[in-house]
């Protein structure tokens, strides 16, 4: 995983000491392969632990291995311009469209970035075995959760998504070792989402989260963890670059328990087959 797409998607995380590193290794990212981390700190105005702690904070042992991510990631950088910005009132249709699409395919393209094959590889295989999968979410999330519990459906796949939160609370309260808790929340600290998530730990049920990258309140009680981002640069689109980044996510995975279940193919073609005989017979 990059490390300049670590370092954008916990951003708001962020202390200011630590935004003001972010800052800088973003925007004079070749110059930080040449600075020690005193250099560094002395270059920001921030203490040397302030710059350790930020590095550990990325997920790196110390500066040394930090600043060999920062390397990593110049080189392997594309020279793709960035063209999505904040879309305001005075934008023309084609200036909309423009923005709105590249804003997506950024959003795409970090969230592929920040997950690991080996995460969707081991959510599947959980999934294919649970006996109940409970999916929850909140606003947004829920039409997402709604959208993969009827892709999971027909793969005749137990996959139950309730919108009422106190529903959710009480199924919940109904799971076992057997059964998956699917839960997505973008800001990763939705209340009744980490109530629910608890809840199911409780009952040794398994839980997987869709989240932002980093440590939340959902995430932290997670077996596995994947992540979506939602770039900040328009806070206008906010809600439906989340929803972009967690539908791809269900869509992978979709595809991949697709892949690898010939009963669940079989199932899936005899469930397109009756809504299409009904349509053509209405």
Not at 86 to 97: A, C, E, H, P, Y
Not at 239 to 244: E, G, H, L
Request: charged share 20%; hydrophobic share 40%; net charge positive.
């Amino acid at each position: 995983m990059s490390t300049f797409t670590k370092i954008k998607a916990i951003k708001d995380t962020l202390s200011n000491s630590e935004l003001k590193l972010a800052k800088f290794v973003l925007s004079s990212s070749n110059a930080v392969r040449d600075l020690s981390s005193q250099e560094l700190a002395n270059v920001v105005g921030v203490s040397q632990s302030s710059v350790v702690k930020f590095a550990q904070k990325l997920g790196y042992k110390g500066y040394p291995a930090f600043k060999l991510g920062v390397i990593d990631a110049l080189n392997s950088t594309t020279t793709e311009g960035n063209l999505h910005g904040k879309i305001t009132l005075n934008d023309s249709f084609k200036q909309v469209s423009e923005k709105l699409l590249s804003s997506k395919v950024a959003v795409l393209t970090e969230t592929k970035n920040l997950n690991e094959e080996a995460a969707f590889h081991q959510a599947v295989d959980l999934l294919k075995s649970a006996k109940r999968i409970l999916i929850c979410g909140l606003g947004g999330s829920a039409l997402v959760g709604k959208d993969f519990s009827y892709k999971l459906q027909k793969l005749g796949m137990l996959a139950i998504e309730e919108p009422d939160m106190h529903a959710q609370l009480a199924f919940a309260a109904t799971l076992s070792e057997n059964d998956v808790v699917f839960a997505i929340s973008e800001s990763g600290s939705t209340r009744e989402i980490v109530n629910v998530v608890k809840q199911a730990k409780q009952n040794n049920c398994k839980v997987i989260t869709v989240t932002r990258y980093g440590a939340t309140p959902v995430s932290d009680l997670a077996d596995i963890k994947l992540y979506s981002v939602a770039e900040e640069e328009s806070a206008r689109l906010s809600s439906i670059m989340a929803r972009t980044a967690q539908e791809f996510i269900i869509d992978i995975l979709f595809i991949a328990i697709t892949q690898s279940s010939r009963q669940g193919r079989l199932l899936l073609e005899k469930t397109n087959s009756v809504v299409s005989d009904f349509r053509q017979s209405s």
